[in-house]
């Protein structure tokens, strides 16, 4: 979606408005870097101030996450998602992943009724991913695609609100896998996840739900703050 110049009347209340719009449609999803100060303000045909000050009302609303000499990055794609966040963050590994059993169970279920063959070809393949760099003990690998399964399955509801929720908490989500990885059993494969997959795939929403507590029973019982 293209940026379009402003008005010059309320210059920074019209450009929040514009960058709010590239997040709500999905021009800018979360984790993609926004265009510098320079191009946005090229773009809108307003000064460098005007841009500086309407990105950082949409930070300090937590929509978006300035880094100093990296970028200005989306950081949520709504303001109760950014306060969901910022929460989440303060919180204990504990209760972050307590939020996640409660999501994830419902979106086994969800998986398990809408889930299309698209979906089901992106939860294999992900798992596969997952499994293999298991084997391979290549974590920083094996935390991208255990994420990257969890996300498939959220995916597989078609709830467009349960993705945005997830989505806004997704930092939290890969933080939380990357903290647990270290600590799962020695085992082939860790924690596994066909069974999960194997629910979905032949659509019993009853055994996807067991399946998703049952794994993260398990990472919580490792888990001791």
């Known amino acids: 979606m ?3 110049s402003t008005r010059r009347t309320g210059l920074v209340d019209q450009v929040i408005s514009q960058l709010r719009t590239q997040i709500d449609s999905g ?16 773009q809108l045909e307003v000064g460098r101030n005007t841009v500086r000050e309407a990105v950082r009302a949409l930070a300090h609303a937590g929509l978006l996450e300035i880094r100093q000499g990296a970028g200005t990055f989306v950081r949520a794609s709504s303001e109760l ?25 419902e979106a086994a279920r969800l998986a398990a009724l809408r ?3 698209t979906d089901m070809a992106d939860i294999d393949t992900a798992m596969g991913l997952r499994d293999a760099a298991w084997r391979e003990r290549d974590m920083a690998a094996f935390v991208e695609s255990d994420f990257t399964f969890h996300r498939a399955v959220v995916n597989a509801t ?3 609100l349960l993705i945005e929720l997830y989505d806004d908490i997704a930092q939290v989500v890969y933080d939380s896998i990357a903290h647990t990885a270290h600590e799962e059993p020695a085992q082939d494969e860790g ?4 069974g999960l997959a194997e629910a979905i795939r032949a659509g019993d929403p009853e055994r996807a739900m067991r ?5 993260l029973d398990e ?3 490792l888990t001791q703050d």
């Open 2 to 4: 293209p940026l379009a």
């Open 27 to 42: 021009e800018w999803s979360v984790g993609d870097r926004i265009p510098t100060e320079s191009e946005l303000s090229e």
């Open 81 to 105: 998602g950014g306060a969901l966040r910022r929460r989440l963050e303060r919180s204990r590994l504990r209760e972050n992943l307590e939020v996640r059993r409660a999501l994830e169970m």
């Open 115 to 117: 889930h299309t063959d």
């Open 158 to 160: 078609h709830n467009s």
């Open 191 to 194: 924690i596994d996840h066909r």
């Open 211 to 215: 399946e998703a507590a049952c794994y």
């Open 219 to 221: 990472l919580l019982t």
